[in-house]
């Protein structure tokens, strides 16, 4: 007997070879047969066919053959030794890969029926004998050879579809993925005055932070990511103790926390945050993740508020005080009268004590009144009440009307006052309006020109007429200039100087209105002068005023 691989390898190395169009797969039938001689006539018979035949000389052979490789049919002859066509072929029905390979019995020799049902029983879908019918093998052989073509092609175009659906499945995912992603990017960068952020747990180091942390605070997004310190050190110093507290128990106790806190840009300005943060797992470990708004407005307007609040407090403790000032002497002199006229006494004080007690009662009774018109005139400037009775008004006969109701107080103190002046200085102005301002300006200038002279300039200066008041008093400190003007705002204490700190801010809306401007010029314990400028025309859109 030849030796079975050599005969394998020869006959194989002449074997047809068959490749299918599509799907690339080789067709291959399988002949066993133990006798050289029939393999090799066999082959010549099959000489030219579209499939690769590969031969075998055993039983054992065949089974190794089929669990390697996919046939598409198998030529098994009957008789051989060891494992025979039957045994063989009941082994193959065993084998998940080929357990459906059509299987040919060849056979000369067992021609009576009981081996040909034999053979059917042991899976065989068809029986030739030898002599071999050649024209009829290899038509069998062609429609086995088609049939396996064609299951082979269906399975290729399947694999094709699934691998084609998958593609379509893989590509609506990445879209998928692509939209969510470009959603959760809008949604983090639509968040303007807010910072999202992600950290990592033990560095801190940024991983990941919104864009507007750049507009926000100033540094360059990439600095963001250099240093493990960046975000320790955006921290005001005062509340990194807090912050770093916070941290801790975010992630000890894996909590969300709420904290407020400050952060310093990039110019050294210092912002007010509301944070959020808490711990997410991640592939490569923890992180911090965080949301921090920008709450600087807020915590300004919080703080004015606190101020004004602040403001209002100290006015009415201040406001009950001056009033209450007046109020007393008054209720004094009352009660004096009263008891007087009861005990009949009245006709016995002379006239010139009682004029004395009425002079006195009548100038407490002014300074209350003063005070309650200046209450009157905030509320109507607060509610925008104030109107202007415009008419022509002259400048320097307002002063002198004013000057004169000071004389008697400045002679009593001694305090020189000195008017320089044009003739007349004639403007489209509110007379009464006016005269409050030279009033309110020369009351100061004599309340804190510490017993000075008190000097007042009227003069023409183009289409303006400029007022100037100044006395050599106390000054005013440079770092209060700006809020004298101020509703309530003094720079003074209540103990030394009496006033609610409204004369000023009524002066200065009253020139507002009149569309002019008021400035002051002053060093502490220089004197101050105040500059009044009003244009002759009056104010320009009367229609706004009234
Ligand atoms: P009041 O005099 O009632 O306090 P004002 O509004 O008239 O209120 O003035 C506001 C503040 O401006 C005063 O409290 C005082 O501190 C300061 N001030 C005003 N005029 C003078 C002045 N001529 N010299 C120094 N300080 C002044």
């Not at 060849?106 to 030898?130: F, P, Q, R, S």
């Not at 128990?249 to 050294?268: C, K, P, S, W, Y």
């Amino acid at each position: 007997m030849p030796n079975s691989s050599n005969l394998n390898s020869i006959i194989n190395l002449d074997s047809t070879r068959a490749t299918d169009s599509h799907s690339g797969v080789e067709i291959s039938v399988l002949a066993v047969d133990d006798q050289m001689a029939n393999l090799i006539a066999l082959k010549a018979a099959l000489k030219g066919c579209d499939y690769r035949l590969v031969t075998v000389s055993s039983g054992e052979e065949a089974l190794l053959q089929v669990e390697e490789n996919e046939f598409a049919a198998i030529l098994m002859d009957v008789q051989m030794p060891n494992l025979n066509g039957f045994e063989t072929a009941s082994r193959i029905r065993q084998s998940a890969k080929a357990k459906h390979t059509p299987i040919i019995f060849l056979t000369a020799i067992y021609h009576d029926e009981h081996y040909v049902t034999k053979g059917y029983e042991a899976g065989a879908v068809d029986y030739i004998y030898k002599p071999l019918n050649v024209p009829m093998l290899k038509a069998k052989l062609e429609v086995f050879a088609e049939l396996h073509r064609q299951r082979k092609e269906i399975e290729y175009q399947s694999e094709l579809r699934k691998k084609f659906e998958s593609q379509v499945h893989e590509n609506k995912m990445a879209e998928l993925k692509k939209n969510t992603q470009r959603q959760y990017q809008d949604l983090v960068e639509g968040i303007r005055n807010g910072i999202v952020w992600c950290t990592d747990v033990d560095t801190l180091k940024f991983t990941f932070v919104s864009s507007h942390a750049e507009t926000i605070l100033g540094f360059p997004i990439s600095s963001w990511f250099k240093g493990k310190s960046f975000a320790i050190n955006l921290i005001h110093e005062d509340d990194r103790h807090n912050v770093q507290k916070a941290l801790d128990l975010a992630r000890t106790e894996g909590i969300e926390v709420d904290l407020e806190h400050r952060m310093v840009g990039a110019n050294g300005e210092v912002l007010w945050f509301q944070s959020n943060v808490r711990v997410a797992e991640t592939a490569n470990g923890k992180e911090f993740r965080g949301l921090s708004f920008d709450v600087t407005k807020l915590k300004n307007t919080e703080n004015s508020l606190r101020d004004m609040l602040q403001v209002r407090d100290e006015f009415l403790s201040i406001a009950s005080h001056e009033l209450k000032t007046p109020l007393t002497p008054l209720q004094l002199q009352v009660e004096g009268f009263l008891r007087l006229f009861n005990q009949g006494r009245i006709k016995d004080v002379p006239e010139q004590v009682l004029k004395q007690m009425l002079e006195t009662s009548g100038s407490q009774v002014a300074i209350l009144s003063k005070l309650v018109d200046q209450l009157l005139d905030v509320s109507r400037i607060s509610s925008g009440k104030i109107k202007l009775d415009l008419e022509p008004t002259d400048l320097v006969a307002c002063v002198r009307d004013i000057a004169g109701l000071f004389r008697e107080q400045l002679a009593e103190q001694n305090i020189p006052l000195i008017i320089s002046h044009p003739k007349e200085l004639t403007g489209n102005w509110d007379r009464l309006r006016i005269e409050q301002i030279v009033m309110n300006l020369v009351n100061n200038a004599i309340k804190y020109g510490a017993g000075k002279a008190v000097n007042i300039e009227i003069f023409k200066e183009g289409e303006v007429a400029v007022l100037k008041v100044r006395d050599n008093g106390i000054g005013i400190p440079k770092s209060d200039q700006h809020r004298i003007f101020g509703r309530f705002e003094r720079a003074v204490s209540a103990n030394s100087f009496s006033g609610l700190g409204l004369g000023l801010y009524i002066t200065h809306e009253i020139v507002e209105i009149h569309q002019g401007k008021i400035s002051v010029q002053s060093d502490l314990g220089q004197g101050a002068e105040f500059r009044v400028e009003l244009p002759i025309a009056g104010p320009k859109i009367k229609s706004l005023l009234n």
